[in-house]
Each structure stands twice: as structure tokens, then as C-alpha cells.
């Protein structure tokens, strides 16, 4: 990307299409202590080089205060000599001399004739960028334009494939000698501008004027024009409808529609305009000059309602809409300069003029701009693009749908930035599985990629391209690339996938089973693997639990961290051992022959409870000791647990739906266990779909 490059170094190096021009670089001037460098900073650096910035196509500026009264091309001479770098000044180019460009406040307000300093469409900065590229072509249907003018001769469409004035359809496209444009309205190959006023010439300089040392500037000097003849005195819509479809069949990127009217819109018309838009065509249009709200008064094709098509009213050198100006919050989508405009005349001068008409030009022109930078983007997209980059202005507020003025740096800041692409596969999936993550396609118009990185779901980054993540749970998921480029410029994509439960759970003997929807919570979060591995697809929910499964339930629920202790003198032979240490470590068990406490007796069935008590400890329930809960726990030395854990929810009793009782010396059975867990640990149910 080069939007850190200056404009006098810009102009030297020519961006896309550039027609902009400088002269011997030994007449120019330079900064002070200034220069560049061809090499990457590191090896500017290296070179002893106080660096400032890379600046594009492998040079870096640096910095090198200089105290004796040299030309800066000698110094600069003298350096590449010491370093061994092709040094050069950094000479001060100019646009080339438009004569008119001064009186160009649409462009560049300085402060002009009492205007605004900077109420403009800060053009000099997207042409930073880019200042078109010949390959885009704004079609213009209007009254033609002045094919010889000084500022349009070099800008004009050209039908390659047709030869001029042989009478022939060279390129079988159905229009003889068709070598600049049309004019539909005299049907025939000659669309030069014969309107009393010159409106067409007039509205294809603001979109298009050279840059070549000629009177004035347009918005997209490197773009070309494609000039329609589809209007006189009045644009008759058999004609418009013509000339819509020469631009559509010859490859216009941009339509501009400097005219219209106010009434019902034309279905014809509106359906040529949806047509050229699903054909990938930005479509323009002015919002007329009556000083009448769009909204209350629909004023067509600017109030056709299709996305793609974009609707402009004028504002004026103070940033204020133009008294002249239609309107409309909803109707009328933002604003551009109209006011006392600089533009081509018939037949090789220029004028001043004021109208929607030209300001509909300059949003085609930064149209072609943001098409000359991303080709890729859809015409829906282009104009949400103009619209969210506008300089909001409270002038505007309530007179367009944005808000606001086409700010042409702005839009071309917006549309050069990275873009992320996220892509996952699969996107749906049936647990276990895993979805691959990839930014692969993730590209940046004008520079380079150098970090990806992905947000997973669960909170964690991977600083890579590609990722992997597997889901442990049904639900629908999130992740997010993140892409920065060699500018620091960013932005960011998610992709969303879905995660679901197979088809009878993840067990087969817990189909309506009170416990099922616990069972498969606990599985899918890996508290438990099973009954009968290694199939493991069954759970025995009534089967019971012994201390030892217990042990191995808690350090799973509880994500124990692992411990060197060996606590107990009988479980050395215990596919438990190492749960039943990791709850002795944290405080959970002490036991099972007191006071010595040097058995566990992983064998031994656990009964409510013992149960009782170990998700108390484990769980911190501090609350409800002391309620009395329960008719058959009175006396048991583990009322207390009881208590407490039927206060903090986890237990409810043994006997519903009265559920007075807890049965403290009943083994507790598989399913219940998972009822517990999911209970104490908040977990969600899940309830799978039934088996085929």
C-alpha cells in the first residue's frame, strides 16, 4: 500500500493510471535533510541511516541533518557512494500546472472566494492512492461531451476492436463505427456534445478532466469517460433506455445520470437501472435542483429505490447544503459540491456552473477510484462504502441519509484497507469433531498481509493463517481473523459453525432416562467417557458409583491439577489412584476409617451422603446448614452436607414430587451422580435427537 507515500513522491512514481506529470527532477526542489532510500529499513538501518518510514516500492525515507550549502542531488550523489544504496532527495513535485485547479474549491478548499478551508472532497488525498485507472470507464448519458476538448481528447473511451469510419460493425456489437460512445438520440457513431450549454462536456470534466497542464482537474483524471448522447433539450426515455443498454453491453463500470424528473418513476427505466446493476455497474444519479424534500416529492432515477444506484444532492462551499439542492433523510443519499463549479465548455474552454448535475460526477468519479483500487467489490458495496466514509456535517443532518459530504480520502482509505476473508470447514458438524479455520483468501489491494491471527471461541488466539478448533458441546460458535498489513492498517471477519449432539446422544442406555439430558451434558464436557470401554457408548445411569469412580468424576468436573501426594495405603492398585489423590490434595476426601484416615475404599460404593459432603468441599456451599430440609436425615452425621446442598440447589430429595426425603444411606447411582455434577457446575442439559 502507498498511502503513507507524499504526493510529490506520489506523482514521480505514477500510481495506477496516473496522468499526472513532473518535469526534469534537477529543477526540482527537495526537503531539507530528506532523502530516500532504495532498500528496506532494515538495511537502511544497517547502513548507519537514521530511518523515518518505509514509503512504498522498496525505498525508505531517512533523515540526515546536512550543515553545509550542497544541492541535495549531490549530496545525495555523495551518499549512495558511502553507503552503497541508490540514495535520492526528496524532490518536491507538484500536480502538473492545471490553471484552474485553484478555482477547483470542490476538490481543494483553501479558503477560496470566502469559502470553508477544507470543505471539500479532500481528492488530493485518495489520489495518494490511486487517481483512476484507464481500464474503468464511467459512462456518462448526457448530451454528449466535446470529443476535442483539451481536457477530455486524452480521457475518452476507446473501442479497441472497432475501426473508425469504415461503416463497419467491426466488433459485432451491433453499433457501426462506434469508436468513443454513441449517440442514441441521432442513432448514430458521433456522441459530440451539441447541447446550447454544453452540459455533457460540462459533467464528463468534473468525472474525468486530464491532469495534463490544461485547465482544470476532474475527480478520476486516470479513468476514461464513455460519452452517451441520450439527451438535447429533453432526454426522451426510449433514448435513456438505449444508451443504458450501450453502456451495459460495452463494459462501463460507472453510470452517471445528470438529469431527471419529478413524478411516478418509469418501471422501464427502473428496471434498465437494476439490470445495469446486477451487471456489476455503480449507478449515479442527481437528486434535481428544486429545493424540494425527495421524500415528499420522488424525484427519478435518483429515488428509484435499488441497491447499487446512489443519489446526490449538492452542497456548497461552506459545507452546507446548496439553496438549490433537493433533499431527503431517506431518499437522497449524501451530498457533494455543486455550487459555482468549475467545468468544461464548449467547444475547448471552461466555465463555472452550479447543480446536482455536477455534483453527481464527482461521486462517479471517486466511484472509479474505489473500482480502480477493488475491482472485486459489488456496486451495493461501493456506495455503502461512499456513504459510511462521508465527512458528517450538522449541516447535513436530516437532508441525507449519511449525514454527510463525499470525503474521496476517506473512501479511499476505506477501500484499501486489508480485507479479512474467514472461512471454516466443516461449518456444521456432529460431536466429536473439528472445524479447520482459514484466512487463507484474506488479501489487501495495495500492500501485503503480515499477521493473521483467530479468536476462538473459547477466548483463546492462534497467530497463524490457519486453525483448528474442535467443539465440545452442541451450540453454534463464533471465530474471528483479525488481519493486519504492512501499514498497520486492519480488519476483521467471523465465521460462524454449528456443533450438534448425534442422533441418540452419546450413550445408547440413557434414552428417556430422568438423568439423560445431565448424562450427555457431563460427556460432552468430559466428565465421563463411559461405562464399557473402550466402546464407551454406554453410561449405566442406574448403575451404582463407587468411591473410586467418584473421585474420578470430581477431578474431571473439577479440572484438578495432578499432585505427587500418595495419601491412602489401599489404592495402589486402583485405576482411581490418581483422581482419588488430586481430591485428597485439594481437601475434598479424608478418608474412610477415621480418625486414621489411611484407607479411601476405592471399591465401596458412595452413599447420598457421603455425596453430600464431598460436593459441599468440593463446591465451597457454605449456606443452608441448619434448614432442616428432609424427615430422614435427622441425627446423620452428614446432615449438615445435606442441608447445604439441597439450599444451594443440587439436591432435591429421593422421593418426588414430595421429595422430604433424602435417603442418606442409599448408594448414589450414575445418573444421579451426573445430576449433581451438572447441578453444581451449572451446566446446561442437553437433550439430543431421538435415535433413527
Known amino acids: 500500500m502507498i498511502g503513507n507515500l507524499p504526493l510529490a513522491l506520489l506523482i514521480a512514481v505514477g500510481p495506477i493510471g496516473s496522468q499526472l506529470t513532473s518535469v526534469d527532477s534537477s529543477n526540482l526542489p527537495a526537503l531539507p535533510d530528506e532523502f530516500i532510500v532504495e532498500a528496506s529499513s532494515e538495511d537502511a538501518a544497517a547502513a548507519g541511516l537514521t530511518v523515518v518510514g518505509e514509503v512504498g516500492f522498496g525505498w525508505t525515507l531517512v533523515s540526515e541533518p546536512v550543515t553545509v550549502d550542497v544541492p541535495s542531488d549531490e549530496i545525495a550523489a555523495e551518499m549512495t557512494t558511502v553507503v552503497g544504496l541508490d540514495v535520492e532527495p526528496n524532490y518536491l513535485y507538484q500536480l502538473a500546472e492545471e490553471p484552474l485547479f485553484p478555482d477547483q474549491w470542490s476538490l481543494d478548499n483553501t479558503g477560496q472566494a470566502g469559502g470553508k478551508v477544507g470543505a471539500d472532497i479532500d481528492i488530493v488525498s485518495a489520489w495518494e492512492i490511486t487517481n483512476g485507472d484507464p481500464n474503468v470507464v464511467i459512462a456518462v448519458l448526457d448530451t454528449g461531451a466535446a470529443l476535442a476538448h483539451s481536457d477530455l481528447s486524452s480521457r475518452l473511451w476507446v473501442n479497441s476492436d472497432e475501426v ?3 461503416g463497419l460493425d467491426d466488433d459485432g456489437n451491433g453499433y457501426v463505427d462506434d469508436l468513443n460512445g454513441w449517440d442514441a438520440l441521432g442513432s448514430d457513431a458521433d456522441p459530440n456534445d451539441t447541447h446550447v450549454d454544453g452540459h455533457g462536456t460540462f459533467v464528463s ?8 497542464g490544461v485547465g482544470m482537474a476532474g475527480a478520476a483524471p486516470g479513468a476514461v469517460v464513455m460519452p452517451i448522447r441520450v439527451c438535447d433539450a429533453q432526454c426522451p426515455l426510449s433514448v435513456i433506455l438505449t444508451g443504458l443498454a450501450y453502456a451495459i453491453d460495452n463494459g462501463a463500470d460507472v453510470i452517471n445520470l445528470s438529469f431527471g424528473s419529478a413524478g411516478s418513476g418509469s418501471p422501464a427505466f ?42 446526490v444532492a449538492a452542497s456548497n462551499r461552506h459545507d452546507s447544503l446548496a439553496s438549490f439542492s433537493n433533499f431527503g433523510a431517506s431518499s437522497v443519499d449524501l451530498a457533494a459540491p455543486g455550487e459555482d463549479l468549475v467545468g468544461g465548455a464548449l467547444p475547448d474552454g471552461w466555465s463555472v456552473w452550479s447543480g446536482t448535475s455536477f455534483s453527481a460526477p464527482l461521486v462517479a468519479g471517486v466511484a472509479a477510484l474505489i473500482r480502480s483500487a477493488r475491482p472485486d467489490l459489488a ?24 449525514g454527510g459530504r463525499l470525503n474521496a480520502g476517506a473512501a479511499m482509505d476505506l477501500a484499501t484497507t486489508p480485507v479479512a476473508l474467514a472461512a471454516a470447514s466443516p461449518t456444521t458438524g456432529i460431536l466429536p469433531y473439528t472445524v479447520h479455520l482459514s484466512g487463507a483468501e484474506s488479501f489487501d489491494p495495495f500492500g501485503e498481509i503480515v499477521n493473521w491471527s483467530w479468536k476462538l471461541p473459547n477466548g483463546s488466539v492462534v497467530a497463524a493463517s490457519e486453525a483448528a478448533w474442535s467443539p465440545i458441546k452442541p451450540g453454534t460458535y463464533s471465530a474471528t481473523l483479525t488481519v493486519v498489513d504492512n501499514d498497520g492498517l486492519t480488519d476483521s471477519a467471523a465465521v460462524e459453525f454449528s456443533a450438534s449432539l448425534r442422533p441418540g446422544g452419546t450413550f445408547v442406555d440413557d434414552q428417556g432416562h430422568f438423568a439423560e439430558g445431565a448424562t450427555e451434558a457431563i460427556a460432552v464436557e468430559g466428565i465421563t467417557n463411559g461405562c464399557n470401554p473402550p466402546a464407551n457408548d454406554r453410561f449405566c445411569p442406574e448403575r451404582n ?18 499432585t505427587s501426594e500418595d495419601s491412602f495405603d489401599d489404592d495402589e492398585d486402583s485405576v482411581f489412584e490418581l483422581a482419588i489423590n488430586k481430591l485428597a490434595a485439594a481437601g475434598i476426601t479424608k478418608g474412610c476409617n477415621p ?9 465401596d460404593y458412595v452413599t447420598r451422603g457421603q455425596m453430600a459432603v464431598f460436593l459441599a468441599r468440593a463446591f465451597g456451599v457454605v449456606g443452608g446448614a441448619g434448614d432442616n430440609l428432609f424427615i430422614d436425615d435427622d441425627g446423620s452425621v452428614f446432615e449438615s452436607a445435606i442441608d447445604k446442598i439441597a439450599a444451594a440447589g443440587i439436591s432435591r430429595g429421593c422421593n418426588p414430587p414430595t421429595n422430604d426425603r433424602y435417603c442418606p444411606d442409599s448408594p448414589v447411582k450414575r445418573g ?10 451449572g451446566l446446561t442439559p442437553f437433550y439430543p435427537p431421538p435415535a433413527n
Open 164 to 166: 473508425a469510419g469504415n
Open 205 to 212: 470534466s468534473i468525472a474525468v478532466a486530464a491532469v495534463n
Open 270 to 311: 427502473e428496471t434498465a437501472i437494476r439490470v445495469a446493476v446486477e451487471s456489476g455497474i455503480i449507478v449515479v444519479a442527481a437528486a434535481g435542483n428544486d429545493a424540494l424534500s425527495n421524500d415528499l416529492d420522488p424525484f427519478y432515477p435518483a429515488s428509484f429505490e435499488i441497491d447499487g444506484l446512489i443519489s
Open 379 to 402: 456496486p451495493e458495496d461501493v456506495v455503502e462504502l461512499l456513504m459510511a466514509s462521508v465527512e458528517v456535517l450538522p449541516a447535513l443532518s436530516g437532508s441525507v441519509a449519511s
Open 545 to 562: 458409583v463407587t468411591r473410586g469412580q467418584m473421585a474420578a468424576f470430581m477431578a474431571r468436573a473439577l479440572k484438578l491439577p495432578p
Open 595 to 603: 480418625p486414621a484416615n489411611t484407607r479411601y475404599c476405592p471399591e
Open 672 to 681: 444421579e451422580m451426573a445430576v449433581f455434577l451438572t447441578r453444581a457446575l
